[in-house]
């Protein structure tokens, strides 16, 4: 990964819920590229993530949802965990930045059960993706075509399964931003 993003930014987008770990893997490998990774959330303060079931840490926000624009930045990473993607599904504000984001070519990198809001905003019609294999249904009813794979690189859209998929999602994540 040692590909130069200095300069990049990545706006990450979460409520209180989200799967730790895929948000401090992709965010630590992305930091270390020289981006700038941002923590955006519908709320000012702090957001919990998860480990699975269990209740872990507080992360910072560094903005919200409805200050920020899509044009500003590079890509958007969307972490899972069930009660975040359940969450921000249903949030207005987050469905138009990754409609944005998708109108603009912009990269979107989702992993896990990440991918129920690109679903919701109507941005996995004809997309090759994957997802946690519990979303198969919803994403093949919304149009995708779900394959059971690692890391699937669609245009512009990253999708991984799950935590174990976190280095090749981020190193491809990480390659599309330098290319």
């Given at each position: 990964?040692?590909?130069?993003l200095n300069?990049?930014?990545?706006?990450?987008?979460?409520?209180?819920?989200?799967?730790?770990?895929?948000?401090?893997?992709?965010?630590?490998?992305?930091?270390?590229?020289?981006?700038?990774?941002?923590?955006?959330?519908?709320?000012?303060?702090?957001?919990?993530?998860?480990?699975h079931t269990?209740?872990?840490?507080?992360?910072?926000?560094?903005?919200?949802?409805?200050?920020?624009?899509?044009?500003?930045?590079?890509?958007?990473?969307?972490?899972?965990?069930?009660?975040?993607?359940?969450?921000?599904?249903?949030d207005e504000?987050?469905?138009?930045?990754?409609?944005?984001?998708?109108?603009?070519?912009?990269?979107?990198?989702?992993?896990?059960?990440?991918?129920?809001?690109?679903?919701?905003?109507?941005?996995?019609?004809?997309?090759?993706?994957?997802?946690?294999?519990?979303?198969?249904?919803?994403?093949?009813?919304?149009?995708?075509?779900?394959?059971?794979?690692?890391?699937?690189?669609?245009?512009?859209?990253?999708?991984?399964?799950?935590?174990?998929?976190?280095?090749?999602?981020?190193?491809?994540?990480?390659?599309?931003?330098?290319?």
């Amino acid at each position: 990964m040692a590909q130069s993003l200095n300069g990049k930014r990545i706006a990450i987008l979460v409520t209180d819920g989200f799967e730790q770990v895929e948000l401090t893997g992709p965010k630590e490998a992305l930091d270390q590229a020289g981006a700038r990774t941002e923590i955006i959330s519908a709320k000012t303060g702090k957001v919990r993530g998860w480990n699975h079931t269990t209740p872990a840490d507080e992360f910072t926000v560094d903005n919200t949802f409805d200050r920020i624009h899509s044009e500003d930045y590079d890509a958007i990473l969307l972490p899972g965990g069930v009660v975040n993607s359940d969450t921000i599904r249903m949030d207005e504000m987050a469905q138009e930045l990754v409609r944005d984001a998708a109108r603009a070519n912009k990269t979107i990198a989702v992993i896990c059960h990440g991918a129920w809001l690109l679903a919701s905003a109507d941005l996995v019609k004809g997309k090759k993706m994957t997802s946690w294999p519990s979303l198969t249904d919803d994403l093949k009813n919304a149009g995708a075509n779900w394959v059971d794979e690692q890391v699937v690189v669609d245009g512009h859209l990253i999708s991984s399964r799950k935590p174990d998929d976190i280095p090749a999602f981020s190193q491809a994540l990480i390659e599309a931003l330098a290319a």
